[in-house]
């Protein structure tokens, strides 16, 4: 299995690498786990739903 860092992946999901790491310690990113301190991440890992949006209601 190939292995991607959080760099990489927020490079490629189109966010920061902080925005990464927090998914990783929040155990979202299955698969992805820490060396020393660097998160690591299987290539083939996909992107968590963004839980901080908000769905509008048909009422709204």
Same mark, same amino acid.
């Given at each position: 299995?190939?292995? %991607?860092? #959080?760099?990489?992946? #927020?490079?490629?999901?189109? @966010? ?5 790491? *927090? %998914? ?5 990113i299955?698969? #992805?786990?820490? @060396?020393?301190?660097?998160? *690591? @991440? ?11 949006? @908000?769905k ?5």
């Amino acid at each position: 299995m190939n292995y %991607l860092s #959080a760099k990489e992946v #927020a490079t490629q999901w189109g @966010i920061t690498r902080r925005r990464v790491q *927090v %998914l990783c310690e929040e155990g979202r990113i299955q698969g #992805a786990f820490k @060396i020393s301190a660097v998160w *690591v @991440i299987p290539k083939e890992a996909n992107k968590p739903e963004d839980k901080r949006k @908000i769905k509008k209601t048909s009422n709204e």
